[in-house]
């Protein structure tokens, strides 16, 4: 049985100083948040499932899965034995950072770090602080190597992009350079990784860099 | 060169009445507007660049390209001799009516029909009626068959739903009447339209679907 939090607009005219509070209270209790954000469909919750599989042992991971409806992602999860959390945001196109708060009381057990997969939609979320220590997104290679001209804020505000599915790269025509020159135009401090959850390539250069940063976090 | 309309938020309340006179208007003036949703990288200009070089001789199709940034879908049209107009949106996740009517202003010639390519997502447009004739969804093979699940009211407001790219189903997980039955359950009355505007597989279908609407339209 999957918890769902439903979850109401919170009533605030100042999300970035609550997101600072949440992410200072995260770093007190030793959690390091991420915000994934990425296109619907973009295979976050695959990216995810191998990650928790490949880090047992390593980090005590959970995961946030944010939607308008369903619990489809949160099960998934949870069949892997992780702690998971749903949360529906009542319609809304994005998290802010009492909505991130509110879920993660639902979140139970010791965890290291949590991932908050955000509503799929690459506009919304990106304007809104969530709390995070990191923010991420995902970028299926089907979707085209057009997305950065597209999309400029999500790809700036941005520590990482992952750039899924490329095991079906020769099925589609996407340039692998071009897409990482548009996106250093705009944020040349991103890390960014090529990987298929689905064939585990490139998995290793992703999870360096999440354990990385979550030890830089702890020594912060 | 591509021209470019910076939309700024119509100040409005009352965006369903403006929606209903721009509806009135455009079938007044002749023109079938149809409002075209998705996710990101779903393949919607891809689909329109085929359905005008198709239908050349049977309609005279125009577009107007909707997104936060870049011209690249505009130019795509454009170098099919087709009309076409960019607008951006200020940030704005969404088109409503008085936004569609000044973009439809950058459109020259005599139009039948024009496409609204709406901002990609597949959350925030669904709220607002564009002035369109007919709404419809695009959905990607790539993004996943549990859509219908995850973002219900897209499917519940459209009249038709286009399942492209499937010239990939070899290399995805995706079950086609699962998705149908999934959409259904949300909306009885949708037509559901499988093709790839790649290899043209499922192109004639939807074709008829659109001509014979438009002939619906002109009747009306």
């Not at 749903?86 to 770090?113: F, K, P, S, Y």
């Not at 990482?160 to 790269?169: E, F, N, R, S, V």
């Amino acid at each position: 049985m999957i918890k769902v939090i439903e979850l109401k607009r919170t009533v605030t005219d100042s999300n970035d100083r609550d997101a600072e509070c949440l992410r200072c209270e995260l770093t007190e209790r030793g959690i390091f948040l991420l915000n994934l954000m990425s296109a619907p469909g973009s295979g976050k919750t695959t990216l995810l499932s191998r990650t928790i599989t490949d880090l047992v042992g390593k980090a005590r991971i959970g995961v946030m899965e944010a939607d308008i409806a369903s619990d489809v992602d949160a099960l998934r999860i949870n069949a892997l034995g992780a702690e998971s959390i749903q949360v529906h945001t009542d319609g809304m196109c994005h998290m802010d950072a009492g909505m991130t708060r509110n879920g993660l009381m639902g979140l139970e057990g010791d965890l290291d770090i949590v991932f908050l997969e955000n509503i799929g939609n690459l506009i919304c979320p990106a304007e809104f602080d969530t709390g995070a220590h990191r923010n991420m997104m995902i970028l299926s290679l089907p979707e085209g190597d057009d997305k950065p001209l597209k999309y400029p804020l999500m790809f700036q505000k941005c520590d990482a992009l992952i750039i899924t599915k490329m095991d079906t790269a020769p099925y589609f025509d996407f340039d692998l350079e071009a897409t990482k020159e548009r996106v250093r135009a705009l944020n040349p401090a991103i890390s960014i990784f090529p990987l298929s959850a689905k064939t585990g390539m490139g998995m290793n250069e992703w999870e360096n860099w999440l354990l990385t940063e979550w030890e830089k976090q702890k020594n912060a």
